[in-house]
C-alpha cells in the first residue's frame, strides 16, 4: 500500500493555471501507475489522466486533452497535474490514485482499477 497526499487545489479565475501535487508515502513509488480523478458536486467521479510507472505513457479524458498534462517524478516521489486554461467545468475535488506494483505501461482508467486513494483537494474554478 501508498498513501496519498495531494494538494494545490486553489480558488482561480478562468483561463488561469495550477498545479496539483500528490505525494507518495509507505511503499516504492516506482512500479505504480498514477492517476487523476475528479468529482464535481453531485455528479460522479470521473477519470482525469494517468501515466505510467516508467513516465513514457500517459492518457486523458478528451475533455483536459491540450489543457492539463500529468508527469511524476519519482525521486521525489511524488505525481503531478499541470492544469492550464482552467474552465469552469474543471471545478472539483480532484484525487490522486495509485496501481501497483507494476511491470507493463498500462495506463489504467477505470476507477476499480486503482486500490491507493489520497483524501482530495478542492479546486474552484469562477467564471
Known amino acids: 500500500q501508498v498513501q496519498l497526499v495531494e494538494s494545490g487545489g486553489a480558488l482561480v479565475q478562468a483561463g488561469g493555471s495550477l498545479r496539483l501535487s500528490c505525494a507518495a508515502s509507505?511503499?516504492?513509488?516506482?512500479?505504480?501507475?498514477m492517476a487523476w480523478f475528479r468529482q464535481a458536486p453531485g455528479k460522479e467521479r470521473e477519470f482525469v489522466a494517468a501515466i505510467s510507472w516508467s513516465g513514457r505513457k500517459t492518457y486523458y479524458t478528451d475533455s483536459v486533452k491540450g489543457r492539463f498534462t500529468i508527469s511524476r517524478d519519482s525521486a521525489k516521489n511524488t505525481a503531478y497535474l499541470q492544469m492550464n486554461s482552467l474552465k469552469p467545468e474543471d471545478t472539483a475535488v480532484y484525487y490522486c490514485?495509485?496501481?501497483?506494483?507494476?511491470?507493463?505501461?498500462?495506463?489504467?482508467?477505470?476507477?476499480?482499477?486503482?486500490?491507493?486513494w489520497g483524501q482530495g483537494t478542492q479546486v474552484n474554478v469562477s467564471s
Open positions: 509507505g511503499r516504492t513509488f516506482y512500479y505504480y501507475a
Open positions: 490514485a495509485a496501481r501497483g506494483p507494476v511491470t507493463a505501461e498500462d495506463v489504467p482508467y477505470k476507477i476499480y482499477e486503482y486500490g491507493n
